[in-house]
């Protein structure tokens, strides 16, 4: 079953604006990760937000963390052509007993253009 | 540091047939999984491994998929045999320890026909 939902499902930009994306869950987590996808490779990790953290930024990505509406989004800032990939959230469940496997969402599809 | 490797890339085989997959993680992590990716869709857990152990297994098609992770080390994924439902991207990942980040490999694509 899915934990996350991002939306939207797609987004297209040009290239210097700000893309957001969205994601929400539906149990308590101990932590919640986004990751990069390009075209037929494998996830890169972005970013780790832990439960007790609202917010945290790495380079031009920003992320917030919601825990009581459940939910999480990523900004990322004057984008480029670079960053046309599928964005993923993953959630923990919450439950250490679960060995801290993820629950990935379906993705954002993001396309910059130039 | 050197990444996770998975191999085959890429493989097309015909339903009923078996197929193996190896992973090899990132020397020192302890927890090893495998996913499988659908097109347009997020990763699927289907196995995780702390060291030679399974964690967790409750999503692996245990009919026709099983996985070892010998000596805590290499993992290897097999199917058999194949369904045309299981063409997919098989990702491997790994983590020092449970519930941190995951380390991805590329992935091996898989087509039954």
């Known amino acids: 079953s899915q934990q996350g939902e991002e939306d939207p499902q797609a987004l297209s930009i040009q290239e210097g604006e700000n893309a957001t994306m969205n994601c929400s869950y539906k149990?308590?987590?101990?932590?919640l990760q986004w990751y990069r996808q390009n075209s037929g490779r494998g996830l890169v990790h972005l970013i780790l937000?832990?439960?007790?953290?609202r917010e945290k930024h790495s380079g031009r990505l920003r992320v917030t963390l919601d825990t009581s509406k459940k939910s999480s989004s990523l900004l990322i800032t004057a984008s480029r052509a670079a960053d046309t990939a599928s964005y993923f959230c993953a959630t923990d469940g919450g439950d250490y007993n679960q060995g801290g496997k993820l629950i990935f969402g379906q993705g954002t599809e993001l396309s910059v253009k130039p | 540091e050197a990444g996770v490797a998975q191999s085959p890339r890429y493989k097309i085989i015909e339903k009923r047939q078996s197929v193996a997959f190896w992973c090899n993680p990132i020397s020192g992590h302890a927890t090893l999984y495998w996913y499988q990716q659908i097109l347009g869709q997020g990763p699927k857990l289907l196995i995780q491994?702390?060291?030679?152990?399974?964690?967790?297994d409750s999503q692996l098609p245990k009919d026709r998929f099983s996985a070892e992770r010998l000596k805590g080390v290499d993992s290897t994924l097999k199917i058999q045999p194949a369904k045309l439902e299981d063409s997919a991207v098989y990702l491997c990942?790994?983590?020092?320890?449970?519930?941190?980040?995951?380390?991805f490999g590329p992935g091996t694509r898989l087509l039954v026909l």
């Open positions: 990942a790994s983590s020092l320890v449970g519930w941190e980040t995951q380390y």
């Open positions: 149990t308590s987590i101990n932590n």
């Open positions: 491994f702390q060291n030679n152990g399974v964690v967790d």
């Open positions: 937000i832990r439960s007790n953290e």
